[in-house]
């Protein structure tokens, strides 16, 4: 099959998935505080990612990008979104770009669009240091994600059966590609033991890509005609993943992600620890449903509903609403127990 058509092919099943697994959010209760004492206008929504400074924790994950039209309208009107909201934006995965220097024009308009926006470039755990450098130089990206997608590929007919030398792969990329790097999965969590070994090898920046929204698993199953039925429910939620990183690697700056759909969401991933949230399927079915401006009112709307969640909590700044308290139920509460965590 060609990579532009399973491209295209991504993007309408992501567009047509009805259903998300448990992100675990519903097992997150704030502890309502009657004496805030603050004021809407005093909380700040600046945030940090390591060296990276962020005016809100809220930004559009990975998605698209190579081939041809639909693609560059896609990103397109993203970046138009990125730059009106002032967010950071991930590229899809720049993997046959490097390659190909046909695949470039839907990447680099992304660049043109918000020539002082903060974007991030994106390649996969194959990639070379060489390869790195040309994925961050094509959008002249603040920073670069890495993408692990081990189910995904072991879903799809076509994909790696290979999956030896990543992480020295990683490391070497860590080293020398010059930007902050963010290493992530794609909707199947991250857990302690993979974050200890992230931070073994100096990735300083981990975003979860939790499961609980969209599913590559399902994705790739309505793709093929035998369904690989097992890893549909395959994976850490977001919400637990958070937790699973941060024991494993207390070090690292942790961005949420994986079925983040509202801002009560994301402010439940903050308060378990994240310092950002990435959202990817909700923005592009806004982008391709209602177009670029409803994107941006979108963005809008999330960031008045974390101001309200923010003051109701007496939370100013992000860094705040990290240790509110809060409690954690159900199957989340049930998974870190189990998982020895206290
Ligand atoms: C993605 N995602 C993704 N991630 C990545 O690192 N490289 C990529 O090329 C893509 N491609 C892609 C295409 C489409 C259509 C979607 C919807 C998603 C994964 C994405 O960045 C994110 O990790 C997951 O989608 C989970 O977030 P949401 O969609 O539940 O908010």
Not at 146 to 162: F, K, S, T, Y
Request: charged share 20%; hydrophobic share 45%.
């Amino acid at each position: 099959m060609n990579r532009a058509r399973r491209k295209l092919e991504h993007i309408q099943h992501a567009l047509l998935l009805e259903q998300e697994g448990a992100n675990g959010f519903d097992d997150i209760v704030f502890v309502h505080q009657s004496l805030p004492g603050i004021r809407t206008n005093d909380v700040k929504l600046h945030t940090t990612l390591g060296e990276l400074s962020l005016s809100s924790p809220l930004f559009i994950n990975a998605m698209t990008g190579g081939g041809g039209q639909a693609t560059l309208d896609i990103n397109k009107g993203l970046a138009e979104a990125a730059k009106a909201c002032g967010i950071a934006m991930s590229v899809g995965s720049q993997m046959a770009a490097v390659k190909d220097a046909s695949e470039r024009p839907s990447f680099e308009i992304v660049r043109q669009v918000n020539p002082n926006g903060l974007i991030f470039a994106n390649i996969g755990s194959e990639a070379t240091v060489d390869e790195a450098k040309r994925a961050v130089e094509m959008v002249e990206a603040n920073g670069l994600q890495i993408h692990l997608n081990v189910v995904q590929e072991l879903v799809m007919p076509e994909g790696d059966r290979d999956f030896t030398g990543a992480l020295a792969r990683i490391e070497r990329i860590v080293r020398d590609v010059g930007v902050p790097v963010i290493v992530k999965e794609v909707g199947f969590g991250i857990s302690k033991e993979t974050a200890l070994q992230l931070v073994n090898v100096g990735v300083k920046l981990i975003d979860v890509g939790g499961f609980g929204g969209t599913n590559f698993a399902r994705i790739e199953n309505k793709r093929r005609e035998e369904m690989i039925s097992y890893f549909n429910d395959w994976g850490i939620s977001t919400a637990a993943s958070i937790v699973e990183v941060l024991q494993g690697a207390p070090s690292v700056a942790v961005i949420a992600s994986g079925g983040i759909r509202t801002a009560f969401d994301a402010a439940k991933a903050i308060a378990l620890g994240a310092n950002a949230v990435g959202v990817a399927r909700p923005f592009l079915q806004e982008l391709v449903g209602r177009g670029m401006e409803s994107v941006v009112a979108l963005i809008e709307a999330w960031h008045t509903d974390l101001v309200r969640l923010m003051t109701a909590l007496g939370a100013k700044t992000i860094e705040e609403l990290q240790s509110v308290p809060l409690v954690i139920r159900g199957d989340t509460h049930h998974w870190l127990t189990e998982r020895g965590f206290d």
